[in-house]
């Protein structure tokens, strides 16, 4: 089936810096892919959609400058947090979509835990 | 997005059946119902979707009522690896293209020993 390689699953960085998340499709073209934010104990909220070769939508209330996506391949897309704070601290979850909609769902990664120290 | 209604958690015992509630009233005639799980820690996982007929995985069973305003996830035999958080969730996929997907706070599944 479909995989997503997320990496990495961890990183603790300092405030103020950047960090950026690669999301991989390893057996398939990801036209679009979907990142998403999660707080401790609460649900997963969508940030961004990118699709391959275009700029990323990004949801209300998500700013496109610090939360920057790159879509450049069908089989990588990445997330760059930069200038980094303590709210940012979260997990940070992608899925990919085929060029169709999934037949039988969509593919997520496993998630990056980031915390901003 | 139309909205769903789930319990918050749930209880079962391990190897017994599970119904996890999904409630969506104002679900449109373009919706499919789709179900997600979570594991703690990890990205989530796709479980099943219907649109009107009941379906059937390896994974659970999906039982949609005949107005279509709630829905029921079935796990047949519960072990403890299904312990997560079931995301029941509408989206219109009829257009064939890709879909946004708007979690709400799921039900919590523990499952006892």
């Known amino acids: 089936g479909a995989v997503v390689s997320q990496h990495p699953s961890r990183v603790i960085c300092k405030s103020g810096t950047s960090v950026k998340i690669e999301c991989r499709s390893l057996?398939?073209?990801?036209?679009?892919m979907f990142w998403y934010r999660q707080f401790p104990k609460q649900s997963l909220m969508l940030m961004a959609t990118s699709n391959e070769g275009s700029k990323a939508t990004y949801e209300q209330g998500v700013e496109k400058d610090k939360f920057l996506i790159n879509h450049a391949s069908l089989t990588l897309s990445t997330l760059t947090v930069t200038s980094a704070h303590p709210e940012d601290s979260s997990f940070y979850i992608c899925s990919a979509g085929q060029r169709q909609a999934p037949r039988d769902g969509y593919t997520f990664g496993s998630g990056t835990r980031l915390t901003v120290v | 997005d139309a909205k769903t209604t789930q319990p918050n958690s749930m209880e079962s015992n391990e190897e017994e059946p599970v119904h996890l509630p999904c409630n969506h009233s104002t679900i449109s005639g373009t919706d499919y119902i789709h179900w997600y799980r979570q594991l703690p820690s990890q990205g989530p996982e796709y479980v099943i979707h219907?649109?009107?007929s009941n379906v059937n995985n390896r994974m659970a069973s999906l039982a949609i009522a005949e107005d279509r305003k709630s829905s029921t996830l079935i796990l047949h035999r519960a072990t403890l690896r299904d312990a997560a958080v079931y995301y029941c969730?509408?989206?219109?996929?009829?257009?064939?293209?890709?879909?946004?997907?708007?979690f709400g706070k799921g039900t919590l599944l523990t499952v006892n020993p």
């Open positions: 219907g649109l009107t």
């Open positions: 969730i509408l989206s219109d996929n009829s257009g064939g293209s890709n879909y946004k997907l708007t």
């Open positions: 057996d398939f073209q990801a036209t679009t």
